[in-house]
């Protein structure tokens, strides 16, 4: 769900204590006191996302790039979970209030800092997962201006790191170009009952690379990781295994046979379907 869907600021502020836990938004002025105002300190001091940068540090990094104009912290009534600290953006200077967004952090009494809502969590990934994150979701909702040179630029995915090194690195390296569509998402787990995906990191890339290899990854290959907290970023797709398993060169010298199983059983749907396959090229050394 996209924040353009989750709609403006009233709405917005609700869901956002709902997804956090953080009890009935009851929000205090802008004019801080000051026993807030250490709260507010401690999630600017204390707080750090997977590579150590600290929330305005990805903030003022963020609004370079992409449509985030840093609004204003603020603090709301304390609750049996703890007390929520929120900072309110907009996508443009001109937006007014109930245009804003908010990204908010849950204190418990122990100092635990849970962030929230889902859309802000790639922000523990570092700046420019949280960054890409936003244009991202500017393109898949056809907002003017969208950076896409940032979208595109293999060096931001490097905060994906695989055996063989980082992603963008390996990109450049395999000659590989990023289109579209880009995801970098946060995905919730619905419930503690949930075995299946869920509560996990999740990017996705669309690339073109110009190396000799069959069509089938070369051509709108598909790259999806994965990351959970605490652990590494996982390969899913076809493409990504070999990316994490091979070193650029060398990613398409060795058959697989789940892949093959694969695109043989693709083969024949499209044949029972009636769509020809004459001259698909099987993505397998022979």
Known sequence: MTMKTMGRRPLWFGLALALTGFG?????????RADNNAL??????????????????????????????PRGWEVGQKTDTGEPV??????????????????????ASDGKMTLGPPYAKPMELGWQAFA?????????????GVNLRFLHDPANFNF???????LGDLLRRGRCTIGDPV????LP???????????????????????????????DGIIIFEKREGQDWEPQSF?????????????????????????????????RAGIPTRGVQSPFPR
């Open 132 to 144: 890409l994150s936003l244009i991202a979701d500017e393109a898949t909702n056809d907002e003017k």
């Open 183 to 186: 995801g970098v998402d946060y």
């Open 189 to 219: 787990k619905i419930d503690e009952k949930q075995t299946a995906k869920g509560d996990l990191w999740r990017v996705q890339l669309s690339v073109d690379c110009k190396i000799p290899g069959p069509t089938y990854f070369t051509r």
């Open 86 to 107: 929120f900072f309110s953006w907009a996508k443009r200077r001109e937006d007014k209030a109930d245009d804003e967004y908010t990204i908010g952090w849950d204190v």
């Open 24 to 32: 009935a938004p009851a929000i205090t002025s802008r004019e801080v």
């Open 239 to 271: 493409f990504a295994k070999r990316i994490a398993t091979y070193a650029p060169g060398s990613w398409f010298d060795r058959a697989d046979p789940k892949e093959q199983e694969v695109f043989e059983a693709g083969r024949k749907a499209y044949e």
């Open 40 to 69: 507010i300190d401690m999630i600017k001091s204390t707080w750090r996302a997977q590579d150590g940068e600290t929330a305005e540090q990805i903030f003022a990094k963020a609004s370079k790039v992409a449509h985030f104009v």
């Open 160 to 166: 994906v790191t695989t055996a063989q090194g980082k």
